[in-house]
């Protein structure tokens, strides 16, 4: 098992400390966004529910929360029975394997991972099958990690043009993990980096391709993203706690 299941009181203490947690992350986000010249509601936060046990999940979405997302397709299919809810609102969020890509398509609104061509022509091909289309974001490894996914920012725009090619699969903006930095100045580059990059593929008004979404910031640097641009936080840990991993 992936995830660990709590007992009463420790579910009853997750379930408060996540109102009082989402309070203040939407105060901080709405305050981002106006510094940021938005509206808050212009900010979507994607709540990042690895490892989360699906009574923390549901009683998220029940308050408040309208998008998740998971990283294993394993643990998606495992917990998918009792999201509750409808696909638009469960997004993938980790490196995906093409062998298993047929177990997510129909079942995810969004694919945010994606970062090879071979990747894009698999949920391609399985979305094309089901008779639907797969909307995606591009990942970019803003910071050239060997530890990372993500396609550099030199082949972005070459792998764009070519999944914009490809039926059932739909190009809806970036998504990036910049590097774990101490230093927020360092931090904001990486997202003012890749926000130029999105602003950069949209005027080149590419057939297929919407530059609508930039997926950036996490618990530690959602605000420093807003104010660069992001308009959609993902955030896990400052939300429902410290991840606890099970060992198998
Ligand atoms: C886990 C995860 C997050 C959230 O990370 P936190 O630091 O816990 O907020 C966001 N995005 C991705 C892709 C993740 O895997």
Redesign the pocket.
Known sequence: MMVRSYDEQELKQRFFDFEENYKIIMNNIGEAAVKSGRAPEEIQL?A?T?TVPHELIRYATEHGIRLI?E?KAQELIAKYPYYQLPKEQIHF??HLQTNKVQSIIGKVGMI??VDSLKLAAEISKRSVAQNLSTDILIEVNVGYEESKSGTSPEQLSNLIYQIAALPGISIQGL?T?PPISEDFDQTRKFFSNIYAMSVDIRDKNIDNVNMDIL?MG???D?CQAILEGSNMV???????GK?IYQSN
């Open positions: 994607l990042a690895k997302g990283n969020i980790g945010q991972s998504m993990i997926s996490m618990s530690g959602y993902r955030i896990g840990s400052l939300l429902f991840r």
